[in-house]
């Protein structure tokens, strides 16, 4: 089973506390069926743009292993260079490969290697143009929003790490603006 953006129906509502509350009820009970259904799903992959902790949102689900933090998988929601490579050469023709680079490829989570956000890389193959593809799709409003409400000066994310504690307390009543720690 695959549910990408697990989040994006309390995400959607943030400005309404009581409707995310509601939304996060709902999808928390749909959550818990997957776990009466688990003889019948041999894998299971949650996407989303935020980290809703286990206790608020998948308090059902209890067999779930979080590897967003995981060294061993952080290449694995993205294209490596290697992939560009080897899988997407023949896309190239007249693309310089240090601009697709700076463009596109700082994704880590934690990990040694870089990914390259697969969406912005078939936007450019198909476009043929270099563009912020991923301010498109991959904006995060509410965290803009929270952070702009709170007063919170727009950090640089050069060299910021999130810790696994600070993602653990995201909540709809609770989104943790602490400070993350610098590497």
């Not at 996060?24 to 776990?35: A, E, I, T």
């Not at 560009?84 to 596109?104: C, H, K, M, N, S």
């Not at 563009?131 to 929270?146: A, H, M, N, Q, R």
């Not at 993602?167 to 009543?173: A, I, R």
Request: contains cysteine.
């Amino acid at each position: 089973m695959l549910v990408d953006e697990y989040d994006k129906p309390i995400l959607d509502a943030l400005d309404i506390p009581e409707v995310a509350r509601a939304n996060r009820d709902y999808l928390r009970g749909l959550y818990s069926s997957v776990k009466f259904s688990d003889a019948h799903v041999r894998f299971t992959f949650l996407t989303g743009g935020s980290k809703f902790s286990k206790v608020s949102l998948f308090s059902g689900l209890n067999n779930l292993t979080d590897i967003t933090l995981n060294p061993n998988y952080s290449s694995i929601c993205g294209y490596t260079y290697d992939d560009l490579d080897t899988v997407f050469a023949p896309e190239f023709g007249g693309l310089d490969r240090q601009t697709i680079r700076d463009w596109y490829n700082g994704y880590n989570w934690r990990g040694a290697e870089k990914v390259y956000n697969p969406f912005d890389i078939l936007l450019l193959f198909f476009n043929r143009a270099f563009d912020p593809y991923w301010f498109e799709v991959g904006t995060p409003s509410f965290l803009i929003k929270t952070l702009a409400e709170r007063k919170i000066a727009s950090p640089s994310p050069d060299g910021m790490l999130g810790t696994s504690t600070l993602l653990s307390k995201f909540d709809v009543d609770a989104i943790s603006t602490d400070k993350v720690e610098h590497t």
